[in-house]
């Protein structure tokens, strides 16, 4: 299977409590992976890491060329107003697809057969 995401020796540390250290894990096309753990233990950091939202402390993170890595928030925070096809159009905005594409795009997401 062709490699997706490489994790060696990762550490992540807010002030004197570390999150994890040396942290290595590779996830290769096919896999599904569950993150289990109590609360404040670093599974959003990690998954923060390796969306590229935060950096490490320590180690490094190899990926894929045009990888992308998202996770839906524990606590997701919307906009009143704007409907979930709005919100959808808009995060596919930053890949700058083609309009007809997007539609497409969101109207598989919604499970629907058109706009």
């Known amino acids: 299977m ?3 995401l490489n994790c060696q020796s990762l550490s992540k540390s807010f002030g ?9 894990l590779t996830i290769s096309e096919g ?4 993150l289990i753990g109590p609360n404040g233990s670093g599974k959003t950091t990690l998954l ?5 939202g935060q950096q490490p402390d320590a ?5 894929r060329k ?3 890595v998202g996770y839906v928030a ?7 107003g704007p409907t979930v096809r709005q919100v959808l159009v808009e995060a596919l905005a930053p890949l700058h697809i083609d309009e007809m ?8 997401i919604l499970g629907i057969a058109g706009f």
């Open 31 to 34: 896999d599904r992976l569950g």
């Open 2 to 4: 062709a490699l997706l």
């Open 74 to 80: 524990q606590d997701s925070v919307f906009p009143d």
């Open 66 to 68: 045009l990888l992308r």
């Open 16 to 24: 004197a409590r570390p999150l994890f250290e040396s942290l290595s």
């Open 59 to 63: 180690g490094t993170l190899s990926q």
């Open 101 to 108: 594409e997007a539609k497409a795009k969101v109207a598989t």
């Open 48 to 52: 923060q890491i390796m969306a590229g």
